[in-house]
């Protein structure tokens, strides 16, 4: 495993980092603890030492299972981030909403309480905004109220999580002094966070979490017009319609793209991110060992040629999937 530095927080993040999505449980069926357990302890001797997850996953079922790893293996041998919900539950931060209907600093310090219970911890190593607007800068209520929890020892950095599909929305923000951190999609698809945000987060020393690397399994190849998944699995709306078949078809162009390079698409994926110097880790979402033993894999220093990425820019996808997930 490699590691990077992420950004001025001087924490030392292994390249690959676990995504705890999937493991919360309630929008992504088909899972188990025990698995989810044998995944973190494998991602752990794997080296990951960088877990996030997030208050809202499973309604704090995710940061249980994280606290359980902590417990088992030592707390201060892992980093753990994780999200503070909007109020108003709405994903994503829609433009002009009050600063005080998302994040009221009351609502931010029962969060963080929230969470340190789940966690079964006493200090939130990153504490991230589930979601994000520019506009909010001007306000200060939010900006006080986290600092008086790092003041407190209750967290020790502040991140914020930026909208899907619109790292343009963070720009500002990327130039401000408050967040040690972002989290913006980066993958092969989507790669517009390179366009602005990323060159911005490398001028200020801003760590760059890169999430869903593998597009919610698109980008895996383990997909096709014919997969199904379970009742109540959020993925039967992200994948609606006829999306698998858009998939299918993108995903085996792609598949052109594999060789000496990367022999799979999972590995391709993975190294596409990782190719990018303003990213600090990739947090890939895993639930079970034989995912994390391949993907920590990946994480052996070796980046993509100019020539393979030149040709994997050709795969930008303008989509927004998650748009079907929000129906406000
Ligand atoms: N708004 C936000 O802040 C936000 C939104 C989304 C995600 N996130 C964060 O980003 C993390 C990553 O995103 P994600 O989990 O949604 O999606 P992702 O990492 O793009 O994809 C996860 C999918 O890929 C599969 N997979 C992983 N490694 C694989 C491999 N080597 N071979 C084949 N399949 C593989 C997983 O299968 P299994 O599950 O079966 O292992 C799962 O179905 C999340 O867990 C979460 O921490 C944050």
Redesign the pocket.
């Known amino acids: 495993m490699e590691y990077r530095i992420l950004g001025k927080t001087d924490l030392r993040v292994s390249e690959i980092g676990f995504?705890?999505?999937?493991i919360g449980g309630s929008e992504?069926q088909n899972?188990n603890d025990e698995e989810a357990l044998k995944a973190l302890h494998l991602a752990f001797k794997q080296g990951i030492n960088f877990y996030?997850?997030?208050l809202a996953y499973g309604d704090g079922h995710s940061e249980k299972l994280i606290g359980q790893l902590a417990n088992d293996i030592g707390r201060y041998n892992v980093i753990i981030a994780t999200?503070i919900p909007p109020k108003n539950l709405k994903?994503p931060a829609p433009c002009g909403i009050p600063v005080n209907d998302v994040f009221p600093k009351d609502h931010i310090r029962d969060s963080v309480h929230k969470s340190l219970k789940n966690l079964k911890i006493d200090t939130i190593d990153l504490i991230q905004l589930?979601v994000w607007q520019d506009e909010w800068l001007e306000h200060t209520e939010w900006q006080e109220a986290l600092l008086t929890l790092k003041r407190e020892g209750k967290v020790r950095f502040i991140g914020v999580?930026i909208n899907?599909h619109d790292p343009n929305s963070a720009l500002l923000l990327a130039q401000n002094h408050i967040a040690d951190t972002v989290?913006c999609i980066y993958?092969i698809f989507d790669p517009t966070a390179d366009d602005a945000l990323l060159d911005l987060c490398k001028a200020n020393q801003i760590g760059v979490i890169a999430?869903?690397?593998?597009?919610?399994?698109a980008l895996?190849g383990?997909l096709n017009a014919q997969t199904t998944f379970p009742e109540g699995d959020f993925r039967n709306l992200y994948f609606g319609d006829n999306r698998l078949t858009m998939v299918e078809q993108k995903v085996n162009e792609l598949k052109k793209c594999l060789g000496e390079e990367a022999k799979s698409l999972?590995e391709l994926a993975i190294r596409f991110c990782l190719s990018n110097s303003a990213i600090s880790t990739v947090?890939?979402?895993?639930?079970?060992a034989k995912?994390v033993e391949?993907?920590t894999s990946y994480a052996d220093g070796k980046k993509l040629s100019p020539k393979l990425l030149e040709k994997l820019d050709a795969f930008r996808w303008n989509k927004n999937f998650y748009a079907s997930l929000h129906t406000d």
């Open positions: 995504g705890a999505w999937g992504w899972g996030d997850t997030a999200k994903w589930h999580s899907d989290q993958n999430r869903v690397p593998f597009d919610e399994g895996t383990t999972p947090i890939a979402g895993m639930r079970k995912h391949a993907n």
